[in-house]
Nanobody
């Protein structure tokens, strides 16, 4: 009953910035946390950042200091501000909602390409 739609992906040069958005819609559900994941070609999907309902954010070491995750309850949206982008950040970025009942909901993903 939950739909997640990512947006904001695109092509940027190394050192540039991009902001991703993930809008949630559908039936109301108890959320444990939301997260951003990414998957590069030939690589396993990896965690980028998570945010709890209390606003606590955790980041992967690879993006810490460069990426910022935030959320807007009023807009039912979470964001990922990406600064100082590197070619290795190139991947499809996915939004994930983890419910308090142990259910995962995934968006379709948005492509981020960082050129050197």
């Amino acid at each position: 009953q939950v739909q997640l739609v990512e947006s904001g992906g695109g092509v940027v040069q190394a050192g540039g910035s991009l902001r991703l958005s993930c809008a949630a819609s559908g039936s109301s559900i108890s959320i444990n946390d939301m997260g951003w994941y990414r998957q590069a070609p030939g690589k396993r999907r990896e965690l980028v950042a998570t945010i709890t309902t209390g606003g606590t954010v955790n980041y992967a070491i690879s993006v810490k200091g460069r990426f910022t995750m935030s959320g807007s309850s009023a807009k039912n949206t979470v964001y990922l501000q990406m600064n100082s982008l590197k070619p290795e950040d190139t991947a499809v970025y996915y939004c994930r909602l983890y419910s308090s009942y142990g259910e995962n909901y995934w968006g379709q993903g948005t492509q981020v390409t960082v050129s050197s």
